[in-house]
Nanobody, 126 residues
């Protein structure tokens, strides 16, 4: 049974930090590309960060560079997103997504991914 579940969201003040987790099961994890997306009310889902397979290349949207860090622990079948210096504009539902053999130049394209987890809400107060 394929499962991909995001967790760790919550309410935080501007400038605070949160760590999101994405736990995977039911498929081979270490050869998958894993990405984080977020979707604010009334807006399209946007790619935030991406981490490749066992070779661990990482990618970030300009809006989060220097503030967010993606990592993975293949032994635990998990990917993490450490978020710091959070801003009100970071408020959104955050999703993790997975696939294999995507075109990495298109990592921010929602349609590149076959596997999606449930979202976790991040709210940053002003």
């Amino acid at each position: 049974d394929v499962q991909l579940q995001a967790s760790g969201g919550g309410l935080v003040q501007t400038g605070g930090s949160l760590r999101l987790s994405c736990a995977a099961s039911g498929f081979t994890f270490d050869d998958k590309v894993i990405s984080w997306f977020r979707q604010a009310p009334g807006k399209e889902r946007e790619g935030i960060s991406c981490i490749s397979d066992r070779f661990v290349s990482t990618y970030y949207a300009d809006s989060v560079k220097g503030r967010f860090t993606i990592s993975r622990d293949n032994a635990k079948n998990s990917v993490f997103l450490q978020m710091s210096d959070l801003k009100p504009e970071d408020t959104a539902v955050y999703y993790c997504a997975a696939d294999r053999s995507i075109i990495l130049s298109q990592w921010r394209n929602v349609h590149e991914y076959d596997y999606w987890g449930q979202g976790t809400q991040v709210t940053v107060s002003s």
